[in-house]
């Protein structure tokens, strides 16, 4: 039972132009989310985060948004660019659940120049 | 920037055979997560301890997989016999508390054959 879903295994976007990597989630408990960054041969690295009771967060080229109605989260990234490219897991985690995150099978991300 | 270290960084080891990874945390850091990312798919948690209790490791197949963190500071992670569906990237994470964000390790690649 996967309770993160992302559909789009990859992704391929020009330089300069808008990347949008979606996520889905089944369970109604988590309150948290994360996205996170992993390079070939690296651990994933912390990218940004939302909190349930927020609908944006926005971090300089990069802004998550939520929609609890919908059970969706999207990455925005812009301008794209070529060191952008990597894999791109979408995280949750509920209170009280000794912070577990439960990650989606990632989106790999391609910027073309 | 402190770092979550992980040793070694690729293991090849022969079905059957033992092996084993280390990780050492951020100094300070209570919680310690080990992951399971398996090609293709998001990392997985396998155990997670808080101090030196494991706090879950409903994920861990124990009949082959044992860990501990004896002194609440560095952990190891086993396995014994090794299957060829063991070959992944083994990722150590820890957090200050269950309630932070995670570091994640480079991680260990495990290659059975």
């Known amino acids: 039972d996967q309770q993160v879903k992302q559909n789009s295994p990859s992704l391929s976007v020009q330089e300069g132009r808008i990347s949008i990597l979606n996520c889905d989630y089944t369970n109604s408990m988590f309150d948290y989310f994360l996205w996170y960054k992993k390079y070939p041969a690296e651990g994933p690295t912390f990218l940004i985060s939302i909190s349930s009771i927020k609908d944006k967060n926005e971090d300089g080229r990069f802004t998550v948004f939520l929609n609890k109605s919908a059970k969706h989260l999207s990455l925005h990234i812009v301008p794209s660019q070529p060191g952008d490219s990597a894999v791109y897991f979408c995280a949750a985690s509920e209170t009280g659940g000794y912070n577990k995150l439960i990650f989606g099978a990632g989106t790999r991300l391609a910027v073309h120049p | 920037e402190a770092e979550v270290a992980q040793s070694p960084r690729y293991k090849i080891t022969e079905k059957s055979q033992a092996v084993a990874f280390w990780c050492d945390p951020i100094s300070g850091h209570a919680t310690l997560y080990w992951y399971r990312q398996i090609l293709g798919q998001g990392p997985e948690l396998l155990v997670q301890?808080?101090?030196?209790?494991?706090?879950?490791d409903s994920q861990l197949p124990k009949d082959r997989f044992s860990a501990e963190r004896l002194k609440g500071v560095d952990s190891t992670l086993k396995i014994q016999p090794a299957e060829l569906g063991d070959s992944a990237m083994y990722l150590c994470?820890?957090?200050?508390?269950?309630?932070?964000?995670?570091?994640f390790g480079s991680g260990t690649r495990l290659t059975v054959v």
């Open positions: 994470a820890s957090s200050l508390s269950s309630g932070d964000g995670y570091t």
């Open positions: 301890f808080q101090d030196e209790s494991v706090v879950d």
